[in-house]
């Protein structure tokens, strides 16, 4: 992936915003994909991207990055109608409140699962997912880079999302196959309830080595 790559940002949330902004801000043809185009627009002002519907958001993508929330995220995807091949990064984190966060995956173990199962063909990457949306605007924590943690199936696609995270100034770290994207949605899990529970948003997981 690199700059200049069309990238479509499906939703104009507290992920997609920042992530589309930064990638913007880098060089990357940015599109993003909302319902309702008119009020995108006045949302995204100041972010140098295009606002369309979803699917014709996602049509020519080089990456589908789906920032929905995670209710709504296998009925957005099925109608982007993606092409084989295409990359779709899940970004989602299926939970419930039961007096703090429950993870609460689909039948398929991860919400990046049901998406693989339901979209045949497109390669399906779980990332950008495990903290807060502040990290999103700013990665570096501390003085040193978030990890940015990617499971998926496909490698060469795993490796594109783990570049666009390098490229973006995270310390992109590959997790392996997609049946490691539960452990990512449960790191999530953990995330919300230290922020939650007296720790505050600023900050995000880092492994460190010797």
């Not at 080089?62 to 990359?87: C, F, H, K, S, Y």
């Amino acid at each position: 992936m690199t700059q200049g790559s069309r990238i479509a940002i499906i939703g104009t949330g507290n992920v997609g915003a920042p992530l589309g902004r930064r990638l913007a801000g880098l060089g990357y043809r940015v599109v993003f994909g909302a319902r309702d185009v008119g009020a995108a627009r006045e949302k995204l002002q100041g972010i140098q991207a295009e606002v369309a519907l979803p699917k014709d958001a996602a049509v020519g993508a080089d990456m589908v990055l789906l920032t929905v929330p995670a209710n709504v995220a296998l009925g957005t995807a099925r109608a982007l109608e993606l092409a084989p091949g295409t990359i779709l990064v899940d970004c989602t984190n299926p939970l419930r409140w039961d007096g703090g966060p429950v993870w609460a995956p689909p039948a398929e173990g991860s919400m990046t699962a049901a998406l693989a199962a339901a979209l045949p063909g497109v390669r399906v990457v779980k990332g950008f997912s495990h903290f807060g949306a502040e990290v999103h605007d700013d990665p570096v924590v501390s003085g040193m880079a978030a990890d940015m943690f990617v499971a998926g199936d496909d490698q060469d696609a795993r490796q594109a999302v783990l570049d666009l995270g390098t490229a973006l100034g995270y310390h992109a770290q590959d997790a392996g196959p997609l049946r490691n994207a539960a452990l990512l949605e449960n790191l999530a899990v953990l995330w919300i309830q230290l922020a939650t529970t007296g720790r505050g948003r600023q900050f995000a997981f880092k492994a460190v080595g010797r």
